[in-house]
Nanobody
Framework: QVQLVESGGGLVQPGGSLRLSCAASRTGFNRYAMGWYRQAPGKQRELVAS???????DYADSVKGRFTISRDNAKNTLYLQMNSLKPEDTAVYYC?????????WGQGTQVTVSS
């Protein structure tokens, strides 16, 4: 069993930045496929950024060049640095971890981009 706890969401103006964190309750962090999804009202959940295997990263086209995924293995924490935020980035952001055949999810953190 793994618990994932997100933090760092909030209200920010267009062009601003936020850093989301996802703390995992289990070690061996760097071996998992992990990443961030988001879901806006009335829309399907969208994969935003991920570690696919090892240190290989992947990003949605809509966030390339603006968002950066990283992790601190010593702290068992995953991050999403979000810069140049746009109103269309408004969503609930969820972190996930795939361990074996099981996917674990955090509770989500709200990001609102508005002036």
């Amino acid at each position: 069993q793994v618990q994932l706890v997100e933090s760092g969401g909030g209200l920010v103006q267009p062009g601003g930045s936020l850093r989301l964190s996802c703390a995992a309750s289990r070690t061996g962090f760097n071996r998992y496929a992990m990443g961030w999804y988001r879901q806006a009202p009335g829309k399907q959940r969208e994969l935003v950024a991920s570690f696919t295997s090892g240190d290989t990263t992947d990003y949605a086209d809509s966030v390339k060049g603006r968002f950066t995924i990283s992790r601190d293995n010593a702290k068992n924490t995953l991050y999403l640095q979000m810069n140049s935020l746009k109103p269309e980035d408004t969503a609930v952001y969820y972190c996930y971890a795939n361990i074996g055949i099981i996917s674990y999810w955090g509770q989500g953190t709200q990001v609102t981009v508005s002036s």
